[in-house]
């Protein structure tokens, strides 16, 4: 069993995929010849924007939750989160019959609030900063005890997301890079350890916004770096790197590259009109990599990650 402030292994990331496996999607990789043409690459989508939820993060969720003893399951789990975690526990929590309660921002989007809402889980909202949710979280758990299951500092919820990494090695062959997106770096973590077990040859690149570089700067210095004022349309990528994924990332990951939000917005365009499906500003980071270090992946087999879909039509990017 995965223990909460320890990495993965392969196999335990085998098992998650396991665990699993009844109630997420195998998605898909789509692909698409004028993307490919337009950035002199062969370009891989993994799409997790259509997973349940929306997002990747229902890996990681249904993961841990369907870990817990009946013991430790019994007054439901609590997590804070922007809304993909906070839908995905939610869901997954459903699944299992147990309550959740979920710490939201109050400037979250308001169509993630919706989702966590419809999965029935109790939603607490707070300021938008880490200490706020972290408050707000230590006080829901010692009103209920509930069982917290962290973003992203949980090695279960780290295994979950893993299964991604293994999933695009089973549907892709002969790969040079891997490009995922870092917020607090669960899904980078995961899948680093399931690709460069499984291949160390396979490049691993993480993208993050200009505007929220903790994990760059982080990995640049090799000390961890509090994120402070974060400033990106990438909802979901806001929240600092943890502890636990950034020693994983200093001996899985290959580096960390930046990218500016127009970037992001354009990447978002040419996924919903070249591969005709909805993508967040988080999602489209990685993509936005390809874009912006463009000489880097010329001629290469870049799988990339779209890590999630859910985002307030109403208020899109390119609109405002």
């Not at 337009?38 to 990681?60: I, M, P, S, T, W």
């Not at 921002?105 to 707070?126: E, L, R």
Request: glycine share 8%; proline share 4%.
């Amino acid at each position: 069993m995965v223990t909460v402030g320890q990495a993965p292994t392969l196999d335990q990331i085998r098992e998650a995929q396991k665990r699993i496996a009844p109630f997420v999607h195998r998605t898909p990789i789509y692909s698409s010849e004028l993307l490919n043409a337009h950035c002199d690459a062969h370009l891989f989508f993994k799409c997790e924007n259509l997973q349940k939820v929306g997002a990747f993060k229902a890996r990681g969720a249904i993961n841990a939750v369907f870990s817990l003893s009946e013991q430790q399951a019994f007054r439901g789990v609590a997590t804070h989160s922007s809304g993909n975690h906070g839908a995905a526990l939610a869901m997954a929590a459903g699944r299992r019959g147990i309550a959740a309660h979920i710490v939201m921002p109050d400037n979250a989007p308001a169509a993630k609030k919706a989702a966590v809402a419809a999965y029935g889980a109790t939603i607490i909202t707070c300021k938008p900063t880490l200490l706020a949710r972290e408050e707000a979280l230590a006080e829901v758990v010692s009103r209920t005890a509930a069982h917290v299951v962290h973003p992203y500092h949980d090695s279960r919820v780290i295994a979950g997301q893993g299964t991604v990494g293994l999933e695009i090695l089973e549907q892709v062959k002969e790969l040079d890079a891997v490009l995922v997106p870092v917020g607090g770096g669960g899904l980078l973590a995961g899948v680093a350890i399931a690709v460069k077990t499984i291949n160390p040859k396979i490049e691993v690149v993480a993208v993050e916004p200009a505007g929220a570089d903790d994990a760059f700067r982080s990995f640049g210095s090799g000390r961890l770096v509090t994120q402070t004022s974060p400033d990106t349309i990438a909802d979901g990528l806001l929240t600092s790197l943890g502890e636990l994924n950034f020693e994983i990332i200093q001996s899985h990951v290959d580096t960390i590259i930046t990218v500016q939000d127009a970037s992001i917005v354009e990447a978002m365009k040419l996924q919903w009109s070249r591969l005709k499906t909805v993508v967040e500003p988080s999602g489209a980071v990685s993509f936005a990599g390809v874009l912006e270090h463009a000489d880097r992946f010329c001629n290469r087999r870049v799988a990339i990650v779209i890590s999630g879909g859910n985002l307030d039509l109403d208020k899109l990017p390119w609109q405002q």
